[in-house]
């Protein structure tokens, strides 16, 4: 691969926190792949301050990191140039969301015409679902996770019993009608997720650890008298998202919304769990276990 030249790939990392560490990983991939230098920019408006700072030293070991503003890293991403030949040895298929990996790169793609920035899930055409589902929970595994969140997570999970529960995470923006998501069936009825845990409580027995900004969802499911417990807030420097998705990755298994990378990534901590998904007008099953 010494031949499609020497660029350098760069991380773009916008949005929330699961984009970042999957537009991490999704470049390094490449970066490695084919022997590139490489560097991260966050460039987000959605985060804390407490995670930007703990994703810059987290991601700082790997390549040059630096935060910036999401207009910012938007535009140096439009200004970036990873020459064509790069994409003879790289398969692009797909648009949001994809439950393995996903970045931005810019790239003259047919039919059009012109290069244009958009979200792909982009691998080394060598690599299949299962090597994508080894080197991500490799890496995540290799992350200097800082020690006090580590602290944090065990004494949390030890109390709370995260190994006996079913990790929840429902975002509020997948339960609303989207007509965009809609056309791609990308959203998840809030009325599905309880209709599914429903059947999880009475099939499986389950406790919950639930992980929501919609807050209509932990009330009703104590209406229906479920076993449900909530991540604590923490104070900085500590992360309330590093936090929740680490501990998501602690729970027997997890439940997550379609179109939510911070579902996806969460359930690449730890080893890798399985993750159900509303995908289609049914509930999908994702193994990211690489020894299953």
């Avoid at 920035?117 to 929970?137: E, F, H, N, W």
């Avoid at 179109?259 to 969460?266: D, Q």
Wanted: glycine content about 6%; hydrophobic content about 40%; overall charge negative.
């Amino acid at each position: 691969m010494s031949d499609i030249g020497s660029e350098e790939v760069v991380a773009v990392c916008v949005n929330g926190i699961g984009n970042v560490l999957r537009h991490f990983c999704a470049a390094r991939l490449l970066a490695v792949h084919f022997q590139r230098p490489f560097r991260v920019v966050i460039g987000s408006d959605r985060l804390s301050t407490a995670t930007s700072n703990a994703l810059c030293e987290l991601l700082s070991p790997f390549g040059s990191t630096v935060i910036t503003s999401r207009e910012a890293g938007e535009k140096l991403a439009s200004t970036l140039v990873n020459e064509l030949e790069i994409y003879d040895h790289v398969g692009i298929y797909g648009t949001n969301s994809h439950p393995l990996t996903e970045a931005y790169f810019k790239a003259v793609l047919p039919p059009g015409p012109l290069p244009y920035l958009s979200i792909y899930a982009a691998q080394p055409r060598s690599y299949g679902d299962a090597d994508i589902v080894r080197y991500k929970t490799q890496t995540y595994a290799q992350l200097p996770w800082p020690d006090a969140l580590q602290q944090e997570v065990g004494a949390i999970a030890h109390r709370l019993e995260l190994s006996e529960r079913v990790g929840v995470h429902i975002r509020l923006t997948d339960n609303l009608t989207d007509a965009l998501k809609t056309a791609h069936h990308l959203n998840t009825p809030l009325e599905v997720f309880l209709e599914f845990l429903a059947y999880l409580a009475l099939h499986e027995d389950a406790r919950f650890f639930v992980c929501t900004d919609n807050p209509q969802v932990v009330p009703l499911l104590q209406e229906m008298e479920f076993d449900v417990v909530t991540p604590p807030l923490v104070p900085p420097p500590l992360s309330q998202e590093l936090l929740e998705m680490h501990l998501l990755s602690q729970t027997r298994y997890l439940v997550g919304s379609y179109s939510s990378t911070f579902s996806y990534e969460a359930a690449f901590l730890a080893g890798g769990k399985r993750l159900w998904l509303w995908e289609k007008e049914a509930w999908q099953l994702y193994d990211f276990c690489p020894c299953s």
